[in-house]
């Protein structure tokens, strides 16, 4: 019929490269762009299946993130703008790896049939499609819109060059029947950040002097120019943008969030000149954030301001919120919010030990926003950051409307203004942090109202805690797969007896702590070590990259 003979004659211009497998990791498929047609024509004919079967919105995201500018890869924003249904990953890899034209319409069929896809060419299906501002995008944008209208009935929309979040939050906003031009989400960005600024006590110190003004490191991607249009709706902060894509310089190259973390160093641009200044960094597509401090002198070492400092920050807030929250209500009106954080392995032990100082639920779970981001969604409020700087706060929709009836009911009695400005602040930064995903743009200006609220400097909000030393290496293995782990990558249980040399190495350190797994990225695998002095945690890594190898 019409149906196969159309995805037969389009997939017959996407050859799959040969020798190559690809696989839907952490963060979608990602490879040298050149490699990257045929696999992104398939994933368009994938948004538009999962459009079909959700009767949802569905967004295709092109981007390579923090990996260089000559990769490029694709992922797939589920209707609620959060990561592809898990369920699904498998038959994005088949797809993917799927030899020839007819090998793939066979598996199409096959996966049309288990899941009752109805593809009846009445139904209707809808992709959104971004891309950052990598030089293969243009091409690879025709490849996924090719995928997707390849689906008959299905419309692929272009919303143009986006950083990552952008695109989520156009998804989830759609699904609820929003608004979503670009202008719509810097509207709502800029306007909650507004709000709350007016929601702070008079008492409380505001910008000044240096204070006001922020020093953001785009990664020479589409950041940086997203960040200057957010910026220009904003009085009292400065935001100066460097390293914005129309800049010139290259790609995350020595650039970045990924690179500034990983690093400890101030990325390409940034020197003694900004000593003092609040400085930050995104990723390429702008779903990572870190902030920085650069020293008086030129030694190119930096004080990193990571995303377990980013988390504790939003943690000390809210939880100052609920609290005025729970004084000012009668007892008949309180709700013990449940608020939760959620970290992976790689946090730094010192953040874990301050979050629980402050008597914080703090959970684990494996690498990955998909993980994180599902653990999360199970509080009322509920905090996730990843110590590369990807995270966000999800609010449930019934705390939202508890807080929502909260505004009202106490405006019309006498006491309780503060409670009622902590459930009118809480609501604005509902609206603030993109709950779709982790965004850089909103997670800079939460950050950057809290401080306002809290009248820190980044020196005072560095100083919540010490981090403690560590050191990452990667260690390059035949087959990173036979790495296998447990309770969150913490503990090895494949090859057998590497845990136990693990625990013994680190034994031999004060405040030891050490785990490997595998990369979901690149073909590695992974070694994190943390001790008391640098060259301990640099000892105890090296040795156990050795115990790996
Ligand atoms: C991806 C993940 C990120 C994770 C990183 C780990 C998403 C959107 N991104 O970038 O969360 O930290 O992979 O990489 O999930 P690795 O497995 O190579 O260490
Ligand atoms: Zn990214």
């Known amino acids: 019929d019409e149906q196969q003979s159309l995805l037969l004659s389009s997939s017959s211009r ?19 762009a050149s490699l ?9 004919i994938l948004a538009a299946l999962r459009s079909l079967k959700t009767g949802s919105i569905i967004g295709l995201m092109i981007t390579a993130s923090h990996n260089k ?49 109805l593809m009846d060419g009445v139904s209707q299906a809808e992709v959104l499609l971004g891309r950052d501002t990598r030089p293969s995008g243009d091409a690879l944008f025709e490849a996924a819109r090719q995928g997707v209208t390849s689906v008959v009935g299905a419309v692929a929309t272009d919303m143009g060059i986006l950083t990552t979040p952008q695109l989520h939050w156009m998804v989830r906003a759609r699904n609820k029947g ?21 929601l702070i006590p008079a008492e409380k110190s505001k910008f000044d002097g240096l204070n006001n003004k922020v020093i953001v490191d785009g990664s020479n991607g589409v950041g940086g120019v997203k960040l200057k249009v957010l910026g220009s709706l904003l009085n009292a902060l400065v935001i100066e943008v460097r390293n914005s894509s129309e800049d010139g310089g290259v790609l995350n190259d020595g ?14 641009g940034f020197g003694s000149k900004d000593a003092g200044i609040r400085c930050a960094s995104l990723d390429g597509d702008a779903d990572r954030l870190v902030y920085f401090i650069v020293p008086p002198e030129s030694s190119g070492r930096i004080d990193l301001v990571d995303g377990d400092k980013i988390l504790s920050l939003f943690a000390v807030f809210i939880r100052e919120q609920l609290s005025f929250l729970n004084e000012n209500e009668g007892i008949k009106n309180s709700h013990q919010a449940r608020l939760g954080v959620v970290q992976t392995a790689y946090a730094n032990g010192a953040s874990t030990n301050y979050l629980k100082q402050l008597g914080l639920e703090v959970n684990f779970t494996p690498t990955g926003v998909k993980y994180l981001h599902e653990k999360a969604a199970e509080f009322d409020i509920g905090i996730y950051f990843e110590a590369n700087g990807h995270g966000t706060v999800l609010f449930s929709e019934s705390f939202v409307g508890w807080l929502e009836a909260r505004t009202k009911e106490i405006s019309s009695g006498s006491n309780g203004s503060e409670g009622k400005k902590a459930a009118l602040r809480l609501l604005a930064v509902s609206k603030l942090i993109n709950q779709a995903v982790g965004d850089a743009l909103s997670g800079l200006l939460l950050v950057e109202v809290i401080l306002q609220y809290m009248g820190w400097s980044i020196h005072r909000w560095n100083e919540l805690y010490h981090d403690l030393p560590s050191r990452q290496l990667k260690v390059k293995v035949a087959d990173r797969n036979a790495v296998i782990t447990a309770n969150a990558e913490t503990v090895v249980v494949s090859p057998p007896g590497l845990q136990e040399a693990i625990n013994a190495e ?7 702590r050490c785990f490997v797994r595998p990369s979901g990225t690149e073909d590695v695998v992974r070694v994190y070590a943390e001790a008391s002095t640098q060259e301990a945690a640099d000892t105890l890594a090296n040795s156990v990259a050795k115990l790996v190898d």
């Open 36 to 44: 990257l047609p045929s696999t992104v024509y398939r994933v368009g």
């Open 255 to 268: 650039v970045g969030a990924d690179y500034v973390q990983k690093e400890k160093v101030a990325p390409h």
């Open 69 to 117: 500018v000559s990769d490029n890869g694709v992922k797939i924003a589920d209707p609620n703008g959060g990561m592809l249904s898990q369920h699904w990953e498998p038959f994005a890899d088949a797809l993917a790896n799927a030899p020839s034209p007819q090998h793939l319409l066979l598996l199409i069929n096959e996966f049309v049939a288990k899941e009752g896809i």
């Open 506 to 512: 680190t034994g031999k350190y004060h405040q030891g």
């Open 14 to 32: 996407f050859s799959p490269p040969q020798g190559v497998k690809l696989s839907y990791g952490t963060a979608g498929f990602r490879a040298d």
């Open 178 to 198: 929003m608004q979503v031009s670009e202008q719509d989400y810097f509207e709502q960005l800029s306007s909650s950040f507004r709000y709350l600024e007016d």
